[in-house]
Each structure stands twice: as C-alpha cells, then as structure tokens.
C-alpha cells in the first residue's frame, strides 16, 4: 500500500515533467466547437454564465488570475468573447474547448480528467489513503506490544545477560587477570578482588 | 575477550529501519527535484502554442488609416508572416526594421501586422515617423490575438501557403531568424 503510495507520487511528479500542457487538444479544423449545444442566454443568466466561465479560464497575461478577477484588457476581451458565445448559445464546455484551441490546456483553470490529468484528480485522494493505511500499519503494530522491533530488542537483552562472563570469571592473560581483580576489590570490595564463597554467579 | 559482541543484533535492525526510511524518503524527494531541475529555468509564460501544425486561425480585419479588410482566406497560396505587435512594446521597436527589411526582400511572402491593444492614433503616427513596408491591421477587441493565443507583443506567425502555422515566435525577432522562419514556412507549401 505505500509502495503503492510512492509509485503515484513518482508517476505525479513524472507527469508534470512529460505535460508541459501541450495534450492534444480535441479539436478539429473548420468549426471546431460545432453547433451551439445550449439554449442562448440573456438578461441575468447571461450575466451569472458569464461570470461562471470567466472564472474558469485563466488570464494569459496575469499572474494566475482568472479571467473573472483580472481587470486587464486581455481578460476583459476574453470576457466579451465568453458572454458573445453563452448569448448565441455555446454551452460552457463548448467556450472552454474554443479557447483551449488557442492558448491549450493552460487556459483552463480547472484541469480536464482525461489522461494524465487523471494524476491530478486522483493523485491527492491516493495520496492520503496511502498515508492513511500507512499510520493505521504502524498503530496497529505499536498497540500489538510485541512488535517484531521490540522483540529484538528483548532478545538482544537477554543474550547480553547470558553471554556476559559473570563476575567469578577471568581473562585468561595475567596482567589483565591482575587488574581486573584490583577494579573487583575497589567496586564490590572483595578483599584481592576474589569473591567471597556462596555468592551466587549472577551479576 | 568474548565479551562484548552481543549488543550487535540491535545496530543491524536499526540499519535495516533506515535502509527502507531512506529508500522511502529518496522516493519522494527524487521525483520533486528532477521536476525542480527540468522545470525552474523554464519561463512559466512559454507555454508551446497549440496552434503550431494547425490551419491558421481566420480572420478578416481593416489597416490602420482604414480600407478594404484583409482576410488570410484571400491570401493561400502564399506564405503569410502575421505580427503581433504595439506601440508600447519597446522590443517591437527594436524588430520593426528587421521585418520592414525582410518584408521587401521577400516579395512572395505576405507580411501583416496585427495591432494588439493599442491606440489607432499612437500606431498611425508610428507608422508615419518609422515607415511601414507592409499592412497593419486594427483588431478591435482583440479577436485575433485571442484566436492566435498570444500572450504578449512581440509574437509573429509564420504560415505556409496552404493556410497552416508552421511556427510561433515569441519575442523580437532578427533578419536571420525571419529568413530561417521564412524557409521553413516556404518548405511547408504546397
């Protein structure tokens, strides 16, 4: 499931490196957005359509300003256009499609899901329920107590204590036995270092 | 001295941990840096037009001064060179004599200017003091440029004689870009 996660965020990342929004656009030469789809607007409708699809369309010479925020002359020339085609009763999709033609997928505010844009749509929502499965793993096994990590642990504890030599034992090299034996008598006070008889041999 | 070899089982799984934390972190730090290398020297404004292999847009728009419209319709067969330009551009300046020259060294090739967002008066006059060797047309509310996608002046177009945008260059051009442009423009014709 992460690796799952990881996988879509390396393909986002991709993506936006190969689609530097030049997807072909579907468009065909002659009359490109055909017949109008919609009935024509007028009076307030025309106005809030107006207002709906400038604000999907971005403002080539802003600064990622929609076309409904932007007071320049382009956005307000983009704005006549949109409102002389939802009059003559384009539909919106219709608009967007017509100006993508010039200015390509850029244009859109609001990426279309087809292709890699899928990414786009779907990249977050993956994202997080990667994220998400990725947490409740780790709770669950943080909550199980005995955690493989834990155990290790565990295990390496005990084999310290057995593996460790007791405190009767010692090296085998005299000068070493000798100055061991000095640190036993200064630590535990054993007269010579030796230890007393009946101590038991755990530390 | 077999004494202190044990606690070793813990430093290996630890390792281990980060083994994979790194393998987890380079899978995401990796992908961001290549698009922050490939991606950071690029101008955000130099979207590739989609208009490029395409028919060129139609249109049908009056000179400067006034007269009879000039359509692209009326002029197939030929290589067109459409420039967008304004009196406020100053790297229009800079490229109006460079297309003034190229404009009467190709005489088969049409050479338009297409005024974007500008005074009639100011491009009368400019026209006036500078010269201008070939038509410039008025576009009120700026329909062409929108039907070309241009994002700014300068920007021309260069079309083969069958109506299609063979390339879109932005910025101002020099005399042997537009006679680079202009052979390719010619290849494409049929």
Same mark, same amino acid.
């Given at each position: 499931?992460?690796?799952?996660?990881?996988?879509?965020?390396?393909?986002?990342?991709?993506?936006?490196?190969?689609?530097?929004?030049?997807?072909?656009?579907?468009?065909?030469?002659?009359?490109?957005?055909?017949?109008?789809?919609?009935?024509?607007?007028?009076?307030?409708?025309?106005?809030?359509?107006?207002?709906?699809?400038?604000?999907?369309?971005?403002?080539?010479?802003?600064?990622?300003?929609?076309?409904?925020?932007?007071?320049?002359?382009?956005?307000?020339?983009?704005?006549?256009?949109?409102?002389?085609?939802?009059?003559?009763?384009?539909?919106?999709?219709?608009?967007?499609?017509?100006?993508?033609?010039?200015?390509?997928?850029?244009?859109?505010?609001?990426?279309?899901?087809?292709?890699?844009?899928?990414?786009?749509?779907?990249?977050?929502?993956?994202?997080?329920?990667?994220?998400?499965?990725?947490?409740?793993?780790?709770?669950?096994?943080?909550?199980?107590?005995?955690?493989?990590?834990?155990?290790?642990?565990?295990?390496?504890?005990?084999?310290?204590?057995?593996?460790?030599?007791?405190?009767?034992?010692?090296?085998?090299?005299?000068?070493?036995?000798?100055?061991?034996?000095?640190?036993?008598?200064?630590?535990?006070?054993?007269?010579?270092?030796?230890?007393?008889?009946?101590?038991?041999?755990?530390? | 001295?077999?004494?202190?070899?044990?606690?070793?089982?813990?430093?290996?799984?630890?390792?281990?941990?980060?083994?994979?934390?790194?393998?987890?972190?380079?899978?995401? !730090?990796?992908?961001?840096?290549?698009?922050? !290398?490939?991606?950071?020297?690029?101008?955000?404004?130099?979207?590739?037009?989609?208009?490029?292999?395409?028919?060129?847009?139609?249109?049908?728009?009056?000179?400067?001064?006034?007269?009879?419209?000039?359509?692209?319709?009326?002029?197939?067969?030929?290589?067109?060179?459409?420039?967008?330009?304004?009196?406020?551009?100053?790297?229009?300046?800079?490229?109006?004599?460079?297309?003034?020259?190229?404009?009467?060294?190709?005489?088969?090739?049409?050479?338009?200017?297409?005024?974007?967002?500008?005074?009639?008066?100011?491009?009368?006059?400019?026209?006036?003091?500078?010269?201008?060797?070939?038509?410039?047309?008025?576009?009120?509310?700026?329909?062409?440029?929108?039907?070309?996608?241009?994002?700014? !002046?300068?920007?021309?177009?260069?079309?083969?004689?069958?109506?299609?945008?063979?390339?879109?260059?932005?910025?101002?051009?020099?005399?042997?870009?537009?006679?680079?442009?202009?052979?390719?423009?010619?290849?494409?014709?049929?």
């Amino acid at each position: 499931m992460r690796r799952f996660g990881f996988a879509l965020i390396g393909l986002l990342a991709l993506a936006s490196i190969a689609a530097p929004q030049n997807a072909p656009a579907p468009a065909a030469p002659g009359s490109p957005i055909g017949p109008p789809k919609g009935p024509p607007l007028s009076g307030p409708a025309l106005d809030a359509g107006t207002d709906d699809v400038a604000a999907l369309l971005r403002c080539p010479v802003c600064q990622g300003l929609s076309v409904a925020d932007s007071p320049a002359t382009m956005a307000r020339n983009m704005k006549i256009q949109v409102r002389e085609k939802l009059a003559a009763g384009y539909d919106q999709e219709q608009i967007l499609a017509d100006f993508e033609r010039s200015y390509g997928e850029f244009v859109r505010l609001k990426p279309p899901m087809r292709g890699v844009n899928w990414l786009v749509w779907l990249g977050p929502v993956g994202g997080l329920l990667a994220g998400g499965a990725a947490v409740a793993w780790a709770l669950k096994r943080s909550s199980a107590g005995a955690g493989p990590a834990e155990t290790a642990v565990r295990a390496s504890a005990a084999s310290t204590a057995s593996d460790w030599p007791s405190r009767e034992t010692l090296p085998d090299d005299p000068r070493l036995a000798a100055a061991v034996r000095r640190v036993r008598k200064l630590a535990y006070g054993w007269p010579d270092g030796i230890p007393p008889k009946g101590l038991s041999s755990a530390p | 001295m077999p004494a202190v070899s044990t606690p070793g089982a813990a430093p290996a799984r630890a390792s281990r941990l980060n083994t994979r934390v790194l393998v987890a972190g380079l899978a995401v !730090v990796v992908p961001l840096l290549a698009v922050l !290398v490939l991606n950071l020297g690029r101008d955000p404004h130099s979207v590739r037009s989609p208009l490029v292999g395409r028919p060129a847009p139609a249109f049908s728009l009056a000179p400067v001064g006034g007269g009879a419209p000039v359509g692209l319709d009326s002029l197939r067969g030929r290589p067109v060179v459409i420039n967008f330009w304004a009196t406020w551009c100053v790297p229009c300046f800079e490229e109006h004599a460079a297309l003034a020259a190229a404009a009467r060294t190709f005489r088969e090739v049409q050479f338009l200017g297409v005024v974007y967002e500008d005074d009639e008066a100011a491009t009368q006059a400019f026209l006036r003091e500078r010269g201008g060797a070939y038509p410039s047309l008025v576009d009120p509310e700026g329909k062409a440029a929108i039907a070309y996608g241009v994002f700014g !002046v300068p920007e021309t177009f260069f079309i083969d004689g069958s109506g299609r945008i063979i390339d879109k260059y932005v910025g101002p051009l020099d005399r042997g870009t537009i006679a680079t442009l202009i052979a390719r423009a010619k290849g494409g014709a049929p």
